[in-house]
């Protein structure tokens, strides 16, 4: 009877060591097939602020805190194109100078010494900012300024300013339409120059700003209906103006909780701000997304997570002196025989040249007809007067 | 028996009197002491004391593209008459210090030649007083000139030339203005002598140098008609047309001359497009004393000949009205023309102006009749005092803009265009007062009061 019993127990044992272990192969298996769920391998963000001016410090406020709220969950700078139209940090009305604040009790400065400016001051136009999403930029543009994406990168597009319905007012001077902002991107689609979209805008009547998208894989998140202001959060008394809006600070409070490993998802996202302290009722278009946005992790977009491979080849490298160590004649396969100019550094200056060679004679002389027309001339004067 | 004849012969130097030594010492000391300060450099570029014709600087530049065997008129950077451009060449050839020396001298000669002008046209004033005393009322005695009244004029005259604080600035700044008031001040000598070659040698060579000299021929042929005919000048008389092509004749005989003498060290006419034209199209509009630029950088292109025409029209076109009503005093015709040269003129410069102001003392006789010369001497005291510190404020500072700097040439303008005006209409109520006692009533007894119409 103790016999059947151990067997049955070591049956049961391995039954279970079965079962645990088959599911945590599916986990294991749930996990790596998780990571090639999302389709992208790398993150982009195109943070925008449109408005200059002091009284706008928000504006410049909320992008910088979804900078920084991007950074630290690992997008670099070098995939951030962060435009700010105004410079608050070293505005003259600032009293805390070098510093941007967007709490009223000035806990995090999110302008310091790490804050990579890509497009500042008056080079924030809609021309650059549709040719910074299309990249048709002068070929002169250094890479800090382009957005290199490719037909695998998630884009994270953040706008703020004063918006209408239908356009976006840059720097005061100028709009963009919602009509243009989607064929922005449906040039992005075309030239496979993303992966997905996510395209949050905090302005007045925002959602009016995603209304005309019509490439696929885009979501719109808008602080504001038509229709409705999108409201500012509360004014530091210290610095003088309103520091954040009401969308972009709970969407900050929001992201605080979110680690490089969260699971929290876009449904989370969409629930960010109701209208109950947002005072205006956020939007969302999810119908040109493709993937169930419950599914969608805020880390797709508002991360960088790196894909690895592990593989268990190994390859050898190759020592390569030679190439490193020679360099003229000594390489093997170079030219024997030719004797190699010695080199020098140009000069600098090679007016010295000129002026070594003294004008040591004067290169132009009297003609001699010239004096004598002159001696003439003056023997004529001095006759007529003699007379 | 042969000694007293040679002896009267020679020609007799007046000893210089002990005044005209303190006044060519200090003026020449005060030359020599500026051009040797470190202000020197800085007077060079001073705009208000040379302009793109007279410039030291650009003259530096033209001698050395010739030492490079570059002629200095194919750019557009050397606008001086080529017969001055060879004078410096040689100068500068033979010792370099022999520049400051030379623009001395020329300080000095103009010097002479205003004080000879200044003792020549007061004895012709003196002259025609004598002629035309048998015209005045009887009650106006006490306005007549005299012998003493004059004597001190020619060294007021001097000093006013040498002593003027724009005319030191201007020769310390090596501007070849010193050299275009020789040309004119020999010009104004020669018209008073009387010596219809020298005249229109002199004229000629003052327009050669400076080009709006040209109209000085007017008041000068007339000059030397009416003392060919005496009385007799009419503009119907045949003689006294006849006297009159001959002088405009002889002038640009000598004009041709001298453009033929140019000729010849490079071979072609460049010279006269860089200089005349310079002149007349005004093609630079650097700011500068004259009214020209300002208009011109804002007009349309399409204007630009039509403005030129009526702004070279302005400067020039005086000499009609004031031939016609002073065809009988050619002289102070002569001199109102050197003021309104220097003030209309495309680039002027203070020594133009200054120039005009040395001529005023002869002209002393009139200025109880003046009514404006408190207003003209603030007038130009503030002009001249504020163009530098608005230009500095404009360009360096940026505090201030064009029209500030542009206001100032304005009131330097004016200035000078009331005290222009206001020499004329003493003078011309001096006639009228002349002729008609000084204080003349009408048939009532009422006093008339005068005013230039």
Known sequence: ?387 | MSAEPRAEQRPQFRPVPKALKYIFGLGLGARAVLMSSHLAGWLQDRLELASPVTSWTRMTEGLSLLDHGISPYEGDMFHETPLVLMLLYCLSKIWGGLIPIFFLLVDLVTGCLVHEVGTNVCRHLLEKQGRHVKFYSTDSLSLLLTGKQLNSVPRLMLGAYLLNPLTIASCAAYSTTGLHSLVIAGALLAAVQGNRLLATLATAVASYQCVYPEIFIIPVAMYIAQLEQGGRFSFRDPDSRLSLLQTAGGHFAWLGFLWALSFLPFGSMDWLYSTRGFVMLAPDLTPNMGLFWYFFTEMFEHFRIFFLCVFQLNAVFYVIPLAVKLRDHPMFHLHLLVGLTAVFKSYPTFGDAALFLSLLPVWGHCFKYMRNLFLVVCMWLYSIVLAPVLWHLWIYYGSANANFFYAVTLAYATAQIFLLTDLLYAFLRREFHLRHGPAPKEGQGMPILMNLK
């Open chain 1, 1 to 387: 009877m103790a016999a059947h019993s151990g067997r049955n127990w070591a049956g049961l044992m391995f039954l279970c060591l079965l079962f645990v272990s088959v599911a945590a192969s599916s986990n294991v298996e749930d996990q790596v097939g998780g990571f090639f769920k999302s389709g992208h391998t790398n993150n982009w963000a195109v943070l925008v602020c449109t408005s200059r001016f002091w009284f706008n410090y928000r504006h410049i406020a909320n992008t910088l805190s979804v900078y920084r709220s991007v950074k630290r969950l690992g997008i670099p700078d070098s995939q951030i194109i962060l435009m700010l139209a105004d410079d608050m940090a070293c505005n003259p009305r600032n009293p805390r100078p070098a510093t941007v604040f967007n709490n009223a009790n000035q806990h995090i400065n999110v302008y310091g010494d790490n804050v990579e400016v890509d497009y500042r001051g008056y080079e924030v136009t809609v021309e650059n900012f549709i040719r910074v999403l299309t990249g048709r930029l002068p070929p002169s543009t250094p890479r800090s300024k382009r957005l290199l994406t490719d037909d695998r990168s998630n884009v994270l597009v953040y706008m703020t300013g004063h918006g209408g319905e239908g356009f976006l007012k840059f720097q005061d001077a100028e709009e963009i339409s919602n009509v243009e902002l989607a064929d922005a991107f449906q040039q992005m689609w075309q030239k496979n120059r993303y992966h997905e979209i996510l395209f949050m805008i905090d302005t007045c009547q925002a959602v009016s700003m995603y209304h005309k998208f019509y490439s696929p894989n885009v979501i719109g998140i808008g602080s504001a209906q038509v229709g409705e202001d999108s409201l500012s959060h509360h004014v530091d008394p210290s610095i003088g103006v309103y520091i954040i809006d009401r969308y972009t600070y709970y969407l900050l409070e929001f992201l605080e909780t979110v680690t490089p490993d969260s699971k929290k998802t876009l449904a989370d996202l969409f629930r960010v701000c109701p209208k109950r302290v947002c005072v205006s009722t956020p939007g969302v278009r999810t119908d040109l997304f493709t993937r169930d946005p419950n599914t969608v992790l805020i880390t797709d977009f508002f991360g960088s997570v790196r894909n690895v491979e592990i593989t268990t080849e190994t390859i050898t490298l190759k020592r390569n002196d030679t190439a490193q160590l020679c360099s003229g004649s000594s390489c093997p396969g170079s030219r024997r025989g030719k004797r190699r100019k010695k080199l020098a550094y140009a000069n600098q200056f090679p007016v010295e040249a000129a002026y070594e060679e003294e004008v040591t004679k004067p290169q132009w002389h009297f003609p001699m007809y010239f004096v004598a027309a002159l001696s003439v001339f003056f023997i004529t004067v001095v006759s007529a007067f003699r007379i």
